[in-house]
């Protein structure tokens, strides 16, 4: 298993951010996408999952209504998508799938993770 997260990305405040995330080594549809942040000097955030298989999601109460998940299964390639922008969303922003025997269906494999920065 492993997940390839596309790079840092610099955003001014209000604006968007989309985080790739490419998955191989198993069968993409198969298995939810989580997705995880963590802020400087903070602990990791859940912020919620998709089911690549059908595009059904699931966010943390925190992050509906700005965040956005979204799969390709043409290029088992899972998104978040990040709107109206403010310093605090600055962290790092990982994916998280199965385990490398998929044995462990969550948080079993993790992407390097995507540094967004927000600032003017």
């Known amino acids: 298993v492993q997940l390839v997260q596309s790079g840092a990305e610099l955003r001014n405040p209000g604006a968007s951010v989309k985080v790739s995330c490419k998955a191989s080594?198993?069968?993409?549809?198969?298995?939810?996408m989580d997705w995880v942040r963590q802020a400087p000097g903070q602990g990791l955030e859940w912020m919620g999952r998709?089911?690549?298989?059908?595009?059904?999601?699931k966010y943390a109460q925190k992050f509906q209504g700005r965040v956005t998940f979204t799969a390709d299964t043409s290029t088992s390639t899972a998104y978040v998508e990040l709107s109206s922008l403010r310093s605090e969303d600055t962290a790092v922003y990982y994916c998280?799938?199965?385990?490398?025997?998929?044995?462990?269906?969550?948080?079993?494999?993790w992407g390097q993770g995507t540094q967004v920065t927000v600032s003017s």
């Open positions: 998280a799938g199965p385990g490398p025997d998929l044995a462990t269906t969550y948080f079993g494999s």
């Open positions: 080594g198993y069968t993409f549809t198969s298995y939810y």
């Open positions: 998709i089911d690549p298989k059908d595009g059904g999601t």
